[in-house]
């Protein structure tokens, strides 16, 4: 393994079918979020899994600060472990933060990317005046504040709100696990640049095709952002709203959420 694949954990699995899908995780998981669907893509593709530096499963002290204070820290890491794959061509799934991540690398490199399907995916959580994102200025400084204040009490307060669940839900105690396992200051840091970032401006270079997936109700991504998605990117776009609750519904809703995904995987926009 090269040096970016085993900083980033990076795991190929399958059967050596050329066509690659690579899974891409939100903020406070790793890989693991992605263990339901995983099983139903290796039969028929080549699966790439790797973990976004600054998650629990990485070394803290390869976490730059700087380069991660904006998504295209995030975007480059992802080219590279491409490059290093020496993959030519994939489809990206992207959860939450992945999504724009994904976007992002794309306008550097369309050529690398057949398409991306965005999961629970947006270009910026801050609602301002033309704009409605979930959250309010005054929110993410007290959901700050709260991280700076007790770490572990804000993750078994925070990780129920995203899920959509109470804390006796195996989704939810999947979801603190991943959240703990972070150092405190790195998921400070990783946060203020997910729940501040602004894509937006972005969105009309991203000619790649985007599959936008949504659940019904996610109290992070509102549905209006589906549709902002579909209205702003330079490409091809298709949204689905799944009846799926959470903002992680491939943890929480698997059996709604796994043939949606797997649809939009296998099928290509209708021209």
């Known amino acids: 393994m090269g040096i970016v694949e085993t ?25 693991s979020v ?34 991660y204070s904006t998504l295209e820290g995030y975007a480059y890491d992802l080219l590279a472990i491409l490059e290093e794959l020496r993959i030519e061509k994939c489809i990206f799934v992207g959860h939450s933060v992945s999504a724009m991540i994904g976007a992002t690398a794309s306008i550097t490199r369309p050529d690398l990317f057949t ?6 995916g947006t270009p910026m959580l801050l609602s301002d005046s033309n704009y409605y994102g979930g959250f309010e200025r005054e929110d993410l400084d007290q959901l700050f504040e709260a991280m700076r204040d007790n770490y572990k009490a ?3 307060g925070f990780a129920p709100l995203m899920v959509g669940g109470d804390m006796d839900s195996i989704a939810v105690q999947e979801f603190s696990r991943t959240l703990f396992n972070m150092r405190p200051d790195i998921a400070l840091s990783a946060s203020q640049t997910v729940f501040t970032s602004d894509a937006r401006s972005i969105l009309g270079m991203v ?20 549709e902002y998605l579909h209205q702003h990117l330079g490409g091809e776009s298709i949204v689905e ?22 649809r939009h995987i296998r099928c290509d926009i209708a021209t």
């Open 154 to 156: 804000w993750c078994l």
């Open 7 to 31: 900083a980033h954990n990076v795991r190929v699995l399958g059967s050596g079918n050329p066509q690659t899908v690579v899974l891409g995780h939100g903020f406070g998981t790793d890989q």
């Open 115 to 120: 398409k991306i399907v965005m999961l629970s």
């Open 34 to 67: 992605w263990k339901h669907v995983v099983p139903h893509l290796v039969d028929q593709y080549q699966v790439v899994l790797y973990d976004n530096m600054g998650a629990g499963t990485t070394n803290p002290e390869y976490f730059d600060f700087d380069r």
């Open 241 to 262: 709203v799944m009846t799926s609750d959470g903002h992680l519904p491939q943890l929480s809703s698997p059996e709604i959420v796994v043939p949606v995904l797997l």
């Open 207 to 226: 000619t790649v095709p985007c599959h936008i997936l949504q659940s019904s109700k996610d109290l992070a991504v509102p549905l209006a952002v589906a």
